[in-house]
């Protein structure tokens, strides 16, 4: 077995992507998100010398977002002074009343689990991307992620189109290979 | 009309981002009809493109993760 030790200087570029993608698909907000994945890391490193080296680094660091997550969801609720269910009114029909009628699960929908199996998706592309040298990694998510233009890439990072191209192609072959790896074939 | 394979991956990656220009994606058609290799890259290719937009990727912008690199130097 392999001795794990924890590398703090690296967390962030290993793993705030990764952590992001996890909380949001839980707390449906990018801020509250943010600030968790922030708690989680300084928890991380409070409690670094209690890490035993048994669990892989994102793994024991999701532990521990778990936990922050729930904290939130009991901090939200406890001001409220009560324990709730969120339950929005379908915004996908246009109809009125009756909605709980309308939340029955439709056993034929294949919605749930294919919002399920996007989310570990998503993870998985993000553990992939996390492998990439770091500037590739850079480069691929502001291009397919953040979804900005070659030209402003390249001013940003002081690169030319072609290197962007490159980087861009080495990125994309190793992701094809990472995925094929643990999401087709797991 | 005749591209080499390098110049094929080019073209093949600017159309996962809607950045080939029509005359590219002509030659890339052509391309991936005669050559024996290019359209396995090209299927693989389009599959991630897919596999991406299916995710709803998310991730924090640059600015997000400088400051988290400070307050987590500070603590350091």
């Known amino acids: 077995m392999t001795e794990h030790v924890l590398h703090p200087e690296k967390w962030i570029d290993s793993y705030a992507d990764y952590l992001f993608n996890y909380t949001i698909g839980r707390v449906n907000d990018a801020e509250i998100a943010k600030d968790l994945v922030q708690e989680t890391f300084l928890a991380g490193l409070k409690s670094a010398k209690n890490y035993k080296g048994e669990a892989a680094e994102r793994t024991w660091l999701i532990a521990i977002l778990k936990r922050k997550v729930i904290d939130h969801y009991r901090k939200t609720n406890s001001k409220k002074g009560r324990a709730e269910v969120r339950m929005d009114y379908s915004v996908h029909t246009d109809s009125q009343g009756d909605?709980?009628?309308?939340?029955?699960?439709?056993?034929?929908?294949?919605?749930?689990?294919?919002?399920?199996?996007?989310?570990?998706?998503?993870?998985?592309?993000?553990?992939?991307?996390?492998?990439?040298?770091?500037?590739?990694?850079?480069?691929?998510?502001?291009?397919?992620?953040?979804?900005?233009?070659?030209?402003?890439?390249?001013?940003?990072?002081?690169?030319?189109?072609?290197?962007?191209?490159?980087?861009?192609?080495?990125?994309?072959?190793?992701?094809?290979?990472?995925?094929?790896?643990?999401?087709?074939?797991? | 009309m005749m591209i080499s394979c390098k110049k094929a991956a080019l073209i093949c990656n600017k159309v996962q981002y809607r950045e080939a220009t029509f005359l590219e994606r002509l030659k890339l058609k052509f391309h991936l009809f005669v050559c024996k290799n290019c359209p396995e890259f090209s299927r693989q290719n389009s599959r991630l493109t897919s596999l991406c937009q299916q995710a709803d990727l998310r991730s924090l912008s640059e600015t997000d993760k400088k400051k988290m690199k400070e307050i987590l130097k500070e603590e350091f």
């Open chain 1, 99 to 186: 909605w709980l009628e309308e939340q029955i699960a439709d056993p034929f929908s294949s919605f749930e689990t294919d919002a399920i199996e996007n989310k570990e998706l998503g993870l998985a592309i993000h553990a992939c991307i996390a492998k990439l040298p770091k500037k590739q990694a850079l480069v691929f998510s502001m291009k397919t992620i953040q979804e900005m233009d070659t030209e402003t890439i390249c001013n940003e990072l002081d690169i030319n189109p072609s290197n962007l191209w490159v980087m861009i192609h080495r990125a994309r072959t190793t992701l094809m290979g990472c995925l094929n790896q643990n999401w087709f074939k797991p």
